[in-house]
């Protein structure tokens, strides 16, 4: 049965203090005001509240890709503020460790190659991962010791943002402090990072590799697999939705999210058929994840192996012609 609502993602760009289960909340609460009732929601990727940015928001069929989106590439500015660490290793814990030591630019550039391709990271205590059926940041608020196991994750790029020469300001517009004898009291870099990267674990282990030791005092995600910010709207955007305005001016199509797989044409029996929960076989493409589609509208995420089709996820959006 082809869903009639609406089916798609909203990219917000989040500010800070909001959690992304809020965020979901607000979208929801517009779609209410807008008279659209209820449609399914969720989110491609959990924000914490203390960092801003993109932050992936599916509706309707666009749902099913939600797992997809956290299999995705994600890229960030952060800020390394050195000499404290947190327990959190964020602003909003307590210190637990000091330091006189503040590195210079270049000893900055010698350790940034170290972290750079495939690494091994420990998860901050305070994340979301399960420890004994418990969330580890629960276990951690409780005072109790979390050892969370290291997880090689892959760190596609690194670079730290450029300080111009008038002090304090920086080519990306980021504010920067830089000591009179040429060391930095912190640092903003831009990483590239696969899933399951963590990067106030990354500053945790770029300040220690220099000797010293620092929390993230800046996040903010500029990419999260197809979505960059030059998609996303902000949370006053969001808001005239349930004040009038037209969902479409800031809803992208279920497909704006699979940009980055390629897509094969169904013929209109063959798409009836993945539909129907028949096998295709004998296709003529190599092995791998396809998204298929019947003229414009999308039909199924698949893969395709020895020229046999397997749906991975069907999307229920009706055809133009209906």
């Given amino acids: 049965m082809p869903v009639l609502g609406p089916s798609g993602w909203i990219i917000l760009d989040k500010p800070v203090g909001l959690g992304s289960t809020q965020a979901v909340g607000a979208v929801k609460r517009n779609l209410r005001e807008a008279g659209l009732g209820k449609v399914k929601v969720g989110h491609g990727g959990t924000l914490d509240p203390l960092a801003s940015g993109i932050l992936p928001i599916a509706l309707g069929e666009a749902t099913k890709l939600c797992g997809q989106?956290?299999?995705?590439?994600?890229a960030y500015a952060f800020t390394v503020t050195f000499g404290t660490q947190t327990d959190s290793l964020d602003l909003?814990?307590?210190?637990i460790a000091t330091s006189d030591h503040r590195p210079t630019m270049a000893e900055l550039e010698a350790v940034l190659p170290r972290f750079?391709?495939?690494?091994?990271?420990?998860p901050p205590a305070f994340s979301a991962l399960m420890v004994d059926g418990q969330r580890?940041?629960?276990l951690a608020r409780k005072g109790e010791v979390v050892e969370l196991k290291s997880r090689q994750v892959a760190i596609h790029s690194l670079a730290h943002v450029r300080v111009e020469r008038s002090r304090g300001t920086s080519r990306e517009g980021v504010s920067t402090s830089?000591?009179?004898n040429g060391s930095r009291n912190s640092a903003t870099l831009l990483a590239n990072v696969s899933k399951g990267t963590y990067i106030r674990s990354l500053a945790r282990d770029i300040a220690l590799a220099l000797g010293t030791v620092g929390h993230v005092t800046m996040l903010r995600r500029l990419r999260a697999g197809p979505f960059g910010l030059d998609r996303a709207i902000s949370l006053d955007n969001l808001n005239a939705v349930g004040q009038g305005a037209p969902l479409e001016s800031i809803l992208l199509p279920l497909e704006a999210g699979l940009v980055d797989i390629p897509a094969l044409d169904l013929d209109?029996?063959?798409?009836r058929a993945v539909r129907q929960g028949r096998v295709l076989t004998g296709l003529p493409h190599s092995d791998g994840l396809?998204?298929?589609r019947s003229g414009v509208v999308p039909v199924a995420l698949v893969t395709l192996s020895g020229g046999s089709l397997t749906v991975n996820r069907g999307f229920n959006?009706?055809?133009?012609?209906e």
């Fill in 69 to 74: 989106m956290l299999d995705a590439s994600k």
């Fill in 317 to 321: 959006l009706p055809d133009v012609a």
């Fill in 290 to 292: 396809y998204w298929v």
């Fill in 268 to 271: 209109p029996e063959q798409a």
């Fill in 178 to 180: 830089l000591d009179t």
């Fill in 92 to 95: 909003e814990g307590k210190v």
């Fill in 116 to 122: 750079t391709g495939p690494i091994e990271q420990v």
């Fill in 136 to 138: 580890a940041y629960d």
